[in-house]
Nanobody
Framework: QVQLVESGGGSVQAGGSLRLSCAAS????????MRWYRQAPGKQRDLVAG???????QYADSLKGRFTISKDNAKNTVYLQMNSLKPEDTAVYYC?????????????WGQGIQVTVSS
């Protein structure tokens, strides 16, 4: 099992920036991909971005150009840099990790990080 500690987030005005962090511990050798998701009130949890062990990234189409995912292998930490934030980016953001070829996460879902963007 992998344990995750999410941090960052908060409240910001539209146009501002925030950076989220997610540190993994435990069976980190099993991690192939690290992903960020978000869930707005009354909506499903959606993929925001992901990054694989070799650095390949993926983004939700609507977020390309504003959000950047990166990782620090030495710290087993994934980051989500969010720029030009919009009120519709308001959501609880979650991270999770996956083994190669798996669809189920290797860690339990945490409480997430609240991100609030005001207009």
């Amino acid at each position: 099992q992998v344990q995750l500690v999410e941090s960052g987030g908060g409240s910001v005005q539209a146009g501002g920036s925030l950076r989220l962090s997610c540190a993994a511990s435990g069976r980190v050798f099993s991690i192939y991909a690290m992903r960020w998701y978000r869930q707005a009130p009354g909506k499903q949890r959606d993929l925001v971005a992901g990054i694989t062990r070799d650095g390949t990234t993926q983004y939700a189409d609507s977020l390309k150009g504003r959000f950047t995912i990166s990782k620090d292998n030495a710290k087993n930490t994934v980051y989500l840099q969010m720029n030009s934030l919009k009120p519709e980016d308001t959501a609880v953001y979650y991270c999770n990790v996956y083994g190669m070829g798996t669809t189920s996460p290797n860690a339990s879902w945490g409480q997430g990080i609240q991100v609030t963007v005001s207009s």
